[in-house]
């Protein structure tokens, strides 16, 4: 029999399980695995997004451990373990279309409406826990904050539409449309502190209208207005506005 010891994760850059295979008795020595999951485990947090597991087979080889456990079907075996840090370490930074995404799954949006739901939700996470909750730059346009990549997605969204998230499993449940949006969030850096974060402002503002949400980001100290929206070009609202001044963009 074949001893396989097996690292599986969710590469949601690739849309697929990743996983490491360790097998005969010699890569089996427990300070060898001990070593290899430590070295995992610093390159990504205590709570990386990884699980563990032991299978035996007749035969060498992962297609054997496919055939024997059908649970490792469709996952892509990765030849080591550098390679399997950086693809998960792609899925630790959140990027705001991430964050669009998933608001799409629990409030229909106009463009207008979501940009300004991503901003605050971005505003309130960094006002708490001074830290980012995803990488994009946000600028000042003329009717608000603006967030880089979910701009480039919606841009050619009309915006009498409702734009729905674009997800990846052809199926008509919901609730299943909505798990691996959820899961990308929670699988990134702190992430279920962030998706706790997003829910909480997407209750706090999640009904109101467009029009209302500008008028909040529009108030006269917002960050919005510090960073001199209105202006020809436009402005980047740095994140020492947002801490400076999100105070005072209230309902």
């Known amino acids: ?22 097998f005969d ?26 699980s563990t597991h032991y299978i035996q087979t007749v035969k060498a080889g992962w297609k054997e451990v496919e055939k024997q456990d059908k649970f490792f079907a469709n996952a892509q075996l990765i030849d080591t373990k550098e390679e399997f840090v950086e693809l ?3 899925d630790r930074k959140l990027k705001g279309i991430d964050i669009a995404k998933y608001i799409l799954t629990k409030v ?35 009717l608000g904050p603006v967030i880089e990549s979910v701009y480039q997605k919606y841009k050619k969204s009309k915006k009498s539409y409702h734009v729905y998230v674009e ?34 402002t997407l209750d706090k503002y999640g009904n109101y209208s467009a029009s209302k949400l500008v008028k909040i980001t529009h108030n006269e100290s917002s960050p919005w207005t510090k960073a001199g929206a209105g202006s020809s070009q436009f402005q980047e609202i740095s994140d020492e506005l947002i801490l400076k001044f999100h105070k005072y963009e209230s309902i």
Request: proline share 2%; net charge positive.
């Open 88 to 90: 998960i370490l792609k």
């Open 108 to 142: 229909p949006c106009t463009h207008l409406k979501l940009e300004k739901l991503v901003y605050l939700c971005y505003a309130d996470y960094l006002c708490s826990e001074n830290k980012k909750l995803f990488d994009d730059k946000i600028y000042a346009y003329k």
């Open 25 to 50: 008795d010699e890569i089996l020595q427990m300070d060898v695995i001990k070593k290899e999951l430590d070295y995992i485990i610093h390159k990504l947090g205590d709570d990386a997004p990884i």
């Open 167 to 200: 997800d990846d499993i052809k199926t008509e449940d919901e609730t299943k449309k909505k798990l691996p949006i959820r899961s990308r969030i929670i699988a990134s850096e702190e992430g279920l502190k962030k998706i706790l974060s997003v829910d909480k």
């Open 1 to 22: 029999m074949i001893k396989h010891f097996i690292i599986l994760a969710s590469s949601y850059s690739k849309g697929k399980r990743i996983a490491l295979d360790y």
